[in-house]
């Protein structure tokens, strides 16, 4: 399946005319207000692929320690020794620890972050990685208990992660929680329709997260969903993607058939874009987002424009998760209209 691509995103009539495939200044890690010094970043499925990006931005960004997390214990001790290769060759300081745990595992997320709170360890950015594609093809062939451990996963360890890092004690620190979303949350239809469960808790695990932003104060606790775009990692090969299915960010594809020559020039982007701008995400200049949905695509110059942010203040749907055709205040007409 190929995919035409718009570079003109559309959003409720505000146009982001410039996008992105590889980093770009903006969203730089050795920017001084992107800075991390002093930081301890947690990201869950942090030891490779798009997580294991984000770890090496925060690294490039001199956060104090980089937690990440991993279900495969084999897996995680490789991406933790890759990441401690990668910090030495930026002579960076920066500790680097894996710890093997499963997001969906209501115990073993106990046992983490009481790990943490015995060993003085305070984490200042919850990165939510983890996720699991569960069943592929129609839900109604999903067996009850496939589904619902997609939920366990996608949803309820949101809640669980994210309710242990706002309860963390002997901090009065600002905190920052980046969701790492998918486009599929607002796009049910068209995206891979092949991967329903993944949609529909994606899908849920991002109105929880939104929702919590509503109640959170992001002077205390700022929230940033994002999508990292169309990144050919080991989980979307699982699903049953390849070269061919996408133009990928990491432009190892293209409708020119130039597989080869740019897997050659370009391999190197791969998953950093959504790396990067998560660190971004992890800063102030992020706060206008709060409770927001974005793509690590969108031009960040563009959407920290003046009329951008205006938008958002007097649009509480404006990218949020919702019902498309329904105002607020057409839902409380219709809500109060009788017969």
């Known amino acids: 399946m190929t995919t035409e691509f718009d570079p003109t995103i559309t959003l409720h009539l505000f146009d982001i005319k410039t996008t992105h495939k590889k980093p770009y200044p903006a969203i730089s890690p050795l920017k001084p207000e992107h800075n991390q010094a002093g ?3 947690l990201i869950t499925g942090g030891a490779g692929g798009i997580g294991y990006a984000i770890a090496r931005a925060f690294i490039q960004a001199s956060a104090a320690h980089v937690i990440v997390t991993s279900r495969r ?3 995680l001790e490789n991406g933790v020794k890759r990441l401690q290769a990668e910090a030495k060759a930026l002579g960076s300081n920066t500790k680097i620890s894996g710890y093997a745990s499963d997001a969906g595992d209501l115990e073993a997320a106990n046992k983490l972050w009481t790990g943490f709170k015995e060993a003085g360890i305070f984490v200042d ?3 939510l990685n983890a996720t699991i594609a569960g069943h592929i093809g129609p839900l109604l062939n999903t067996d009850v208990n496939d589904l619902w451990k997609t939920y366990e996963i996608n949803v ?3 809640f669980d992660y994210t309710k242990r890092f706002n309860a963390q004690e002997g901090g009065s620190k600002k905190k920052y929680l980046v969701n790492i979303s998918t486009s599929i949350v607002h796009n049910l239809r068209d995206e891979n329709p092949g991967i329903r469960a993944y949609g529909v808790t994606k899908n849920a695990g991002t109105v929880l997260i939104q929702q919590i932003a509503e109640d959170s104060n992001p002077d205390q606790l700022q929230i940033v ?13 699982g699903t049953g993607l ?6 990928f960010d990491d432009g190892k594809y293209t409708r020119n058939n130039l597989f080869l020559e740019l897997h050659t ?11 990067q701008t998560a660190v971004w995400a992890a800063t102030e200049d992020a706060k206008f987002l709060h409770g927001r949905y974005m793509a690590a695509w969108w031009d960040i110059d563009e959407l920290k424009r003046q009329e951008f942010k205006e938008k958002l203040e007097a649009e509480w749907h404006f990218l949020r998760v919702g019902v498309v055709g329904l105002t607020q205040l057409g839902h409380q007409k ?6």
Do not use: C, Q, Y
Not at 225 to 237: E, K, N, T, V, Y
Not at 242 to 247: A, F, G, K, L, V
């Open 73 to 75: 214990v084999g897996f």
């Open 125 to 127: 950015v919850l990165v």
């Open 265 to 275: 020039v370009s391999n190197a982007s791969t998953e950093n874009l959504p790396g």
């Open 39 to 41: 930081k301890t970043v």
């Open 334 to 339: 219709m809500s109060g209209s009788k017969n």
């Open 242 to 247: 390849d070269e061919s299915s996408w133009d």
């Open 156 to 158: 309820r360890s949101l």
């Open 225 to 237: 969903s994002m999508h990292p775009g169309a990144i050919l990692s080991d989980g979307a090969r």
